[in-house]
């Protein structure tokens, strides 16, 4: 088992920035490919970001390339994103997660633990 804590979420103004942190705890931290996923209200999860297990690959979706930034740390067991030049359609609750594979998924399904999200709200 994975136990996966985000923080780092609030409020924040159209053009502002926020980084998020996904703390881990359980397992080897270093296994898991890490990724962060957003749901809006009403809407379906979507991917957001996603890096490997420890050679430092990335994955962004499109809407937030040259905005976002996934990094980790394996000796603090933490993600982040670092968010920036926020959007009010950036509005949603962020989630990390774990998977245990080796390469890189953007597909939620793939993804093995779950945090319970942070809600991240851009004003405009």
């Given at each position: 088992?994975?136990?996966?804590?985000?923080?780092?979420?609030?409020?924040?103004?159209?053009g502002?920035?926020?980084?998020?942190?996904?703390?881990?705890?359980?397992?080897?931290?270093?296994?898991?490919?890490?990724?962060?996923?957003?749901?809006?209200?009403?809407?379906?999860?979507?991917?957001?970001?996603?890096?490997?297990?420890?050679?430092?690959?990335t994955?962004?979706?499109?809407?937030?390339?040259?905005?976002?930034t996934?990094?980790?740390?394996?000796?603090?067991?933490?993600?982040?994103?670092?968010?920036?030049?926020?959007?009010?359609?950036?509005?949603?609750?962020?989630?990390?997660?774990?998977?245990?594979?080796?390469?890189?998924?953007?597909?939620?399904?793939?993804?093995?633990?779950?945090?319970?999200g942070?809600q991240?709200?851009?004003?405009?």
């Amino acid at each position: 088992q994975v136990q996966l804590v985000e923080s780092g979420g609030g409020l924040v103004q159209a053009g502002g920035s926020l980084r998020l942190s996904c703390a881990a705890s359980g397992r080897t931290f270093s296994n898991y490919a890490m990724g962060w996923f957003r749901q809006a209200s009403g809407k379906e999860r979507e991917f957001v970001a996603a890096t490997s297990r420890r050679d430092g690959s990335t994955a962004y979706a499109d809407s937030v390339k040259g905005r976002f930034t996934i990094s980790r740390d394996n000796a603090k067991n933490t993600v982040y994103l670092q968010m920036n030049s926020l959007k009010p359609e950036d509005t949603a609750v962020y989630y990390c997660a774990a998977d245990r594979a080796s390469t890189l998924s953007m597909a939620y399904i793939t993804y093995d633990y779950w945090g319970r999200g942070t809600q991240v709200t851009v004003s405009s």
